[in-house]
């Protein structure tokens, strides 16, 4: 089972809207056109059994507009290939509630952003968030190290997130972009070996392999991306029990993510292993 870790979607009435704004700030390209149905059709293009969707409350009044949706999203995931994830803010005060209500639908975890959503990791209400949502048994995925549409801003960088994992200990936290975008290295450093996941989303340079019939995103540069060996050395420092493949889409296209995976040097085994049975465990499929 090939399991994608990292995808976004948005309501089909303000897909557009979202797509074109978020692509304009991080002047990132987008693959998709953001609606879940175009990334049904994307996964099942690029072989991807299950893309797992990670939306962000980016106030504290979106959160049930988002879970509703998730709920709706997770009743037919046999049929779409896509699981949802739900959200909350960090001024959410019933947080205890809408974890609960969340687990309650069978809902497997939830996305913090804390660039996004103004707070950092290791501030008292993202830290009472997660501690939470461990004690239910839900996943935390967290955006990880800086973002690429806010330059400098140290929300989740690997010194905060470090303080998390020192205070909560959590079995089931997720950290987006091998564990911090753009300061990959002092977080494997500070983070390896704590037991947290990180994800492969929008990490990898692009391989121009004009064979492989994969669309290239030449607008990335080696200066923002890492490199096959950085990436490896960034797997040996995690240890691949803790790797997850994710693509980012539609930010990247989840056939190149995938390919760029598959290329990078790895056994069939550890392949095996980052591609779905790291992910299968964690969600107990």
Known sequence: ?????????????????????????????????????????????AGIDLSVILPVATNAGQ???INETAFLVNERTEETGLLSFGSLHPENENYR?????????????IKLHPVYQ??????IRMLRIIECAEAEGMITIIHA???????????????????????????????????????WEEAAKLLSGTGVYVDT?????????????????????????LSPEGFLKLVSMYGEEQILFGSDSPWSSQAEAKFCLEKTGFSAGTLD??????AEKLLNL
């Open 1 to 45: 089972m090939i399991i994608d870790f990292h995808t976004h979607t948005f309501p089909d009435r303000i897909a557009e809207k979202a797509i074109a704004k978020l692509s304009d700030a991080a002047k990132a390209k987008n693959y998709l056109n953001g609606t879940a149905a175009s990334l049904s059709e994307s996964g099942k293009e």
């Open 63 to 65: 959160f049930h507009t």
């Open 97 to 109: 509630e809408i974890i609960r209500d969340l687990t309650g639908h069978g809902v497997k975890g």
């Open 118 to 123: 103004g707070c950092y990791v290791d501030d």
């Open 145 to 183: 190290g800086f973002d690429i549409g806010f330059p400098g801003q140290d929300f989740a960088g690997p010194e905060h997130i470090l303080k998390v994992v020192e205070e909560l200990k959590p079995k089931r936290f997720v950290l987006a972009h091998m564990g911090g975008w753009g300061c």
């Open 201 to 225: 989303s929008f990490t990898l340079t692009p391989l121009r392999d004009k064979g492989s019939g994969i669309e290239i995103n030449t607008e990335r540069t080696e200066a923002e991306m």
């Open 273 to 278: 292993k980052i591609l779905g049975k790291n």
